[in-house]
C-alpha cells in the first residue's frame, strides 16, 4: 500500500516512537548498575537478601504487613485469586472490562479453577455498587458457588489508564466487609494512579486487602511484580507462587532494579502524565469527526484515540502512522496498539522525550488530516 517508504527504519533516518505499551520500556543505567552490584542468594530458601529488602520496601510503601516478589502482574493476579478462593466451588466477581477477566487467558478458571462474576465497568474503571450487592451470593445453597473475593483494577486499562475514585473504592471496602468477602486490586499500574491523586500509595490501598503492581510498566524495570498482603495471606501465595513454576533462585539481580524503582521512579511518572495529555490535546485540537479524544478522561500516561470504524480500519491506521512516506513532512515511525474494536492506544514511559512527544503529536495530526481530507474529497464527488 504504501510502496514510496524511502526512509527505512535500519537506517537511522526515521525517529522510531513506540507506544504500544510502557511493557517495552527499557531499565535505566541506574537500576543496570545495582542488578551488577546486587547480593543474592537462594530466594526460595528466604536467602536473597535483596529481594528480602525489596519486598520489606514495598510492603511499607503501601501499608500491609508483607510482600512478594513475583514474575509478572498475571502470576501475581493468579496466586491472589488462588489463595483467596482456595475452596473448590469458588466464584469471584470482576468488571466486565477487567484485565483479570479479559487478558490473562482465563488463568482464574483454566488453572485455579474459580468462575467470575461479571459486573458491567462503568467508563471510569468503577461499577455499580448495586450490581455488586445483587452478585454476591449471601446464602448459597447446594447449587451454587460461594462469592469468594471481589477484583478491581486501578488504573483501568481498557478505561484509558483512569484512576478509580478514592470514595468510591472506600463503599466497594465497605460492602465487601459486611459479607467477609476479601478485595484484591489489580494495580498494575497503581503508582500512576497515586501520582495523579497526589497521595501516599497505601492510600490509594487502604480499603483492598491485597494489592499486586507491576515493576515492569511506566517504573523502568526490566521484569517483575510485587503482591502485598498479609503475613498470612503473603505466607500462601508463596507455596502458590512455587506451584505455578515462579519460585526465584538469585532473583535479587532483578530485584535491585526494583529498588531503584521504587527510590526514584515514582514521582517522575508526571512527567509520562503531561506528555500524554498532550498527545491527546493535539489529536482533540483536529477537531476531526473521524478521530477524537475526550480531554476530560485522560489522567494518566494512556490516551485512546477513537475512531470511525465505517471510515478506518484499525490496522491500516496503525499501518499508515507507523510508515513514513516520501512526501510525509513528518519523518517519524509511531507505533501504538489497539485493544478493543474501536479505538488505539498510546501508552508513555520514561524513555520518550519531549522531541519524541513532539512528532508523535506532528505524525497523528498529519495522519488525520489525509484522512479528513480523503473523505471531505469522496463527500464532495457524491
Same mark, same amino acid.
Given at each position: 500500500?504504501?510502496?514510496?517508504?524511502? #526512509?527505512?527504519?535500519?537506517?537511522?533516518?526515521? /525517529?522510531?516512537?513506540?507506544?504500544?505499551?510502557?511493557?517495552?520500556?527499557?531499565?535505566?543505567?541506574?537500576?543496570?548498575?545495582?542488578?551488577?552490584?546486587?547480593?543474592?542468594?537462594?530466594?526460595?530458601?528466604?536467602?536473597?537478601?535483596?529481594?528480602?529488602?525489596?519486598?520489606?520496601?514495598?510492603?511499607?510503601?503501601?501499608?500491609?504487613?508483607?510482600?512478594?516478589?513475583?514474575?509478572?502482574?498475571?502470576?501475581?493476579?493468579?496466586?491472589?485469586?488462588?489463595?483467596?478462593?482456595?475452596?473448590?466451588?469458588?466464584?469471584?466477581?470482576?468488571?466486565?472490562?477487567?484485565?483479570?477477566?479479559?487478558?490473562?487467558?482465563?488463568?482464574?478458571?483454566?488453572?485455579?479453577?474459580?468462575?467470575?462474576?461479571?459486573? #458491567?465497568?462503568?467508563?471510569?474503571?468503577?461499577?455499580? $455498587?448495586?450490581?455488586?450487592?445483587?452478585?454476591?451470593?449471601?446464602?448459597?445453597?447446594?447449587?451454587?458457588?460461594?462469592?469468594?473475593?471481589?477484583?478491581?483494577?486501578?488504573?483501568?486499562?481498557?478505561?484509558?489508564?483512569?484512576?478509580?475514585? $478514592?470514595?468510591? $473504592?472506600?463503599?466497594?471496602?465497605?460492602?465487601?466487609?459486611?459479607?467477609?468477602?476479601?478485595?484484591?486490586?489489580?494495580?498494575? /499500574?497503581?503508582?500512576?494512579?497515586?501520582?495523579?491523586?497526589?497521595?501516599?500509595?497505601? /492510600?490509594?490501598?487502604?480499603?483492598?486487602?491485597?494489592?499486586?503492581?507491576?515493576?515492569? #510498566?511506566?517504573?523502568?524495570?526490566?521484569?517483575?511484580?510485587?503482591?502485598?498482603?498479609?503475613?498470612?495471606?503473603?505466607?500462601?501465595?508463596?507455596?502458590?507462587?512455587?506451584?505455578?513454576?515462579?519460585?526465584?533462585?538469585?532473583?535479587?539481580?532483578?530485584?535491585?532494579?526494583?529498588?531503584?524503582?521504587?527510590?526514584?521512579?515514582?514521582?517522575?511518572?508526571?512527567?509520562?502524565?503531561?506528555?500524554?495529555?498532550?498527545?491527546?490535546?493535539?489529536?482533540?485540537?483536529?477537531?476531526?469527526?473521524?478521530?477524537?479524544?475526550?480531554?476530560?478522561?485522560?489522567?494518566?500516561?494512556?490516551?485512546?484515540?477513537?475512531?470511525?470504524?465505517?471510515?478506518?480500519?484499525?490496522?491500516?491506521?496503525?499501518? /499508515?502512522?507507523?510508515?513514513? $512516506?516520501?512526501?510525509?513532512?513528518?519523518?517519524?515511525?509511531?507505533?501504538?496498539?489497539?485493544?478493543?474494536?474501536?479505538?488505539?492506544?498510546?501508552?508513555?514511559?520514561?524513555?520518550?522525550?519531549?522531541?519524541?512527544?513532539?512528532?508523535?503529536?506532528?505524525?497523528?495530526?498529519?495522519?488525520?488530516?489525509?484522512?479528513?481530507?480523503?473523505?471531505?474529497?469522496?463527500?464532495?464527488?457524491?
Amino acid at each position: 500500500m504504501y510502496e514510496k517508504i524511502i #526512509k527505512s527504519e535500519l537506517n537511522g533516518d526515521v /525517529r522510531i516512537v513506540d507506544l504500544r505499551s510502557d511493557t517495552i520500556s527499557k531499565p535505566t543505567q541506574a537500576m543496570r548498575e545495582a542488578m551488577y552490584t546486587a547480593i543474592v542468594g537462594d530466594n526460595v530458601y528466604g536467602e536473597d537478601p535483596t529481594v528480602d529488602e525489596l519486598e520489606q520496601k514495598a510492603a511499607e510503601l503501601l501499608g500491609k504487613e508483607d510482600a512478594l516478589f513475583v514474575c509478572s502482574g498475571t502470576m501475581a493476579n493468579l496466586i491472589a485469586i488462588m489463595v483467596h478462593c482456595n475452596k473448590r466451588g469458588s466464584e469471584l466477581i470482576s468488571g466486565d472490562r477487567s484485565h483479570t477477566f479479559r487478558f490473562e487467558q482465563g488463568g482464574s478458571a483454566q488453572i485455579a479453577g474459580v468462575q467470575t462474576a461479571l459486573v #458491567k465497568n462503568n467508563e471510569d474503571g468503577t461499577f455499580s $455498587l448495586d450490581e455488586l450487592r445483587e452478585r454476591i451470593r449471601k446464602n448459597p445453597d447446594m447449587h451454587e458457588p460461594k462469592t469468594s473475593l471481589i477484583v478491581v483494577e486501578n488504573t483501568h486499562n481498557l478505561c484509558g489508564g483512569k484512576v478509580l475514585p $478514592l470514595d468510591w $473504592l472506600e463503599k466497594v471496602g465497605f460492602i465487601a466487609a459486611e459479607h467477609n468477602i476479601p478485595v484484591h486490586m489489580d494495580g498494575a /499500574r497503581l503508582m500512576n494512579a497515586a501520582v495523579y491523586l497526589k497521595v501516599p500509595p497505601r /492510600r490509594v490501598v487502604k480499603d483492598v486487602d491485597t494489592v499486586c503492581f507491576c515493576l515492569s #510498566k511506566g517504573l523502568g524495570c526490566p521484569v517483575g511484580a510485587v503482591l502485598v498482603g498479609s503475613k498470612s495471606f503473603i505466607n500462601e501465595a508463596k507455596h502458590a507462587r512455587k506451584a505455578l513454576g515462579g519460585g526465584w533462585r538469585q532473583a535479587g539481580i532483578l530485584a535491585a532494579a526494583g529498588l531503584v524503582a521504587l527510590d526514584s521512579m515514582i514521582d517522575r511518572l508526571q512527567v509520562d502524565h503531561d506528555h500524554t495529555f498532550k498527545i491527546a490535546r493535539a489529536i482533540y485540537s483536529m477537531k476531526s469527526n473521524i478521530f477524537k479524544a475526550d480531554l476530560s478522561t485522560v489522567q494518566t500516561n494512556i490516551v485512546i484515540m477513537y475512531i470511525d470504524r465505517t471510515k478506518v480500519e484499525i490496522r491500516e491506521l496503525q499501518r /499508515r502512522l507507523q510508515t513514513v $512516506l516520501e512526501t510525509d513532512t513528518v519523518k517519524a515511525s509511531v507505533r501504538c496498539s489497539s485493544l478493543n474494536w474501536d479505538c488505539v492506544r498510546f501508552v508513555l514511559y520514561h524513555e520518550i522525550t519531549s522531541e519524541d512527544v513532539q512528532l508523535v503529536c506532528e505524525k497523528i495530526q498529519l495522519v488525520i488530516s489525509e484522512y479528513d481530507e480523503k473523505f471531505r474529497l469522496r463527500r464532495a464527488v457524491h
